[in-house]
């Protein structure tokens, strides 16, 4: 059990570029970390070496977050280990482009049950922790900008990250005052180059700070909300004013 009295976070997707540089980040702030990884096994346990420099008693466990099972699994495997949750941040997401008249139901299954069923579950599960702890917690969601905007031959991701905007606004307003819920909506990040079909220069035509995102524009983010207490059902955008355009 966490027996030093930090505070906890539990983390889907950390053992990505960008996932992994926000759960390095919040270990800096004083966390103890709970992440989870599903397939790159490899990538986890680098990040996790990297977490217990500064967290000693930071833990992984596989689960796929498609599948709720894996996300009840892994919940249990978190209790038995700390005795608290302070922040969650789902961050578990699955991409890739689908032509509208070819999206079969095994790639709507992917991205749909990865990103918005998986965020659902995980929400729900966290949730029903918090709401039982005599301090405020947090849920911090990561969505996208494109649930704002029309992107060609993405509409199964754009649908799920819509949702889970959707989803951050019904939690937060069901679980006040016990947790704050909001989400991240990064725009174009540098983690993430050839993510969009267009050149990088007619992007940054698009982008008023005439610069791609940074992880640590996201890490900021995060960490503004981390230390809020006044802030629930918000999306933020990331994104250097790309939705101006």
């Known amino acids: 059990m966490n027996a030093s009295g930090k505070k906890v976070c539990f983390m889907t997707g950390a053992s990505g570029k960008l996932g992994s540089e926000i759960a390095l980040a919040i270990a800096g702030q004083g966390y103890s970390i709970f992440f989870t990884w599903n397939s790159s096994q490899e990538k986890a346990e680098k990040t996790l070496e990297k977490i217990r420099w500064v967290s000693p008693e930071s833990r992984m466990v596989q689960c796929d977050v498609a599948k709720v099972s894996d996300i009840e699994r892994a919940f249990s495997a978190f209790s038995s280990h700390f005795d608290r949750l302070d922040l969650l ?3 578990a997401s699955n991409f890739f482009r689908t032509d509208l008249l070819d999206v079969t139901e095994s790639d709507w299954n992917s991205l749909v049950d990865t990103n918005l069923k998986g965020t659902f579950f995980t929400m729900q599960a966290a949730a029903r922790i918090m ?36 989803l951050t606004r019904i939690f937060a307003r069901e679980t006040a005052p016990h947790i704050l819920v909001n989400s991240i909506a990064p725009g174009t990040i540098s983690a993430y180059p050839g993510r969009e079909s267009e050149p990088e220069g007619d992007l940054l035509k698009k982008i008023p700070m005439k610069r791609l995102g940074d992880p640590m524009d996201i890490v900021m983010a995060i960490r503004f909300l981390m230390e809020s207490e006044y802030i629930t059902g918000q999306v933020i955008n990331v994104d250097g004013g790309r939705l101006l355009h």
């Open 89 to 91: 941040v789902s961050s």
């Open 131 to 166: 709401l039982r702890q005599p301090f405020l917690s947090r849920i911090i969601t990561m969505s996208d900008i494109s649930a704002d905007l029309v992107w060609r031959n993405y509409a199964p991701y754009t649908v799920s990250k819509t949702g889970i905007q959707h």
